[in-house]
């Protein structure tokens, strides 16, 4: 069974940066793809930016030049680095975990860590 943790959220003033960490446990040595998305209140969850597990990635408009992405395999732990933080991006933000297994993917998501970005 594969974790998902999250860590690295807060409040953070507009201009300012995060660094958000998600730690996977289990067995994923499938291909595989890590991502973030975000949910504001009143509003569906989103797409922020996400990365396989041979580096392929891939980012929201809204996050372009402002937010990387990145990971480490040998620790199985995906980052963000958020720059420049905006108070549009204030939300809940979410890793997902899609590993290819077979003809299928297996879902996983974390527990969430709220970013606020605020004067």
């Known amino acids: 069974q594969v974790q998902l943790v999250e860590s690295g959220g807060g409040l953070v003033q507009p201009g300012g940066s995060l660094r958000l960490s998600c730690a996977a446990s289990g067995n994923i040595l499938r291909f595989n793809i890590m991502g973030w998305y975000r949910q504001a209140p009143g509003k569906q969850r989103e797409l922020v930016a996400d990365?396989?597990?041979?580096?392929?990635?891939n980012y929201a408009d809204f996050v372009k030049g402002r937010f990387t992405i990145s990971r480490d395999n040998a620790k199985n732990t995906m980052y963000l680095e958020m720059n420049s933080l905006k108070p549009e991006d204030t939300a809940v933000y979410y890793c997902?975990?899609?590993?290819?297994?077979?003809?299928?993917?297996?879902?996983?998501w974390g527990q969430g860590t709220q970013v606020t970005v605020s004067s």
């Open positions: 990365i396989s597990s041979v580096g392929t990635t």
């Open positions: 997902k975990l899609d590993v290819l297994n077979g003809i299928k993917w297996d879902i996983y």
